[in-house]
């Protein structure tokens, strides 16, 4: 399924944090995350909780909000299946990528892993 096009520019707009919903134990478990979209696609580098869980289940979510003074502008839901991604040059330039989308140091976050979500459904809304 394809991001109706207002969706993305809303993704690709600014450096946003995301929350990441995987499941762990049965049981819901959200995460604040970097991330970056394109075409279609989601990346993130992760470790700890939310990486072991997407292991034992790939279903994931991931939800977008911008606010300003606590009003909310716009909102973005994505669902999909994530896939692990475990070649060290992709999770590189990957979170190259990232970091540079949040103006952060190019090297930071080196022991992540990289994820890739592809998308399967979206809702959004602006306010």
């Known amino acids: ?11 690709e707009s600014e450096p946003l944090m995301a929350h990441l919903g995987t499941c762990a134990d049965g049981r819901p478990h959200v995460a604040p995350v970097w991330y970056r979209y394109d075409d279609g696609v989601v990346e993130l580098v ?29 909102m973005v839901t994505l669902l999909g299946t994530a896939t692990i991604v475990e070649d060290e040059g992709e999770t590189t330039d990957a979170r190259r990528r990232i970091n540079a989308k949040y103006d952060a140091d190019p090297e930071a976050y080196a022991d992540n892993t990289l994820v890739r979500i592809e998308v399967g459904s979206t809702t959004y809304r602006t306010y």
């Open 46 to 74: 992760t470790t700890g909780r939310k990486l072991a869980n997407i292991r034992e289940n790939p279903r994931v979510s991931l939800s977008v909000q911008k606010d300003d003074a606590g009003k909310t502008e716009w």
């Open 1 to 11: 399924m394809t991001v109706p096009s207002q969706a993305e520019r809303l993704l």
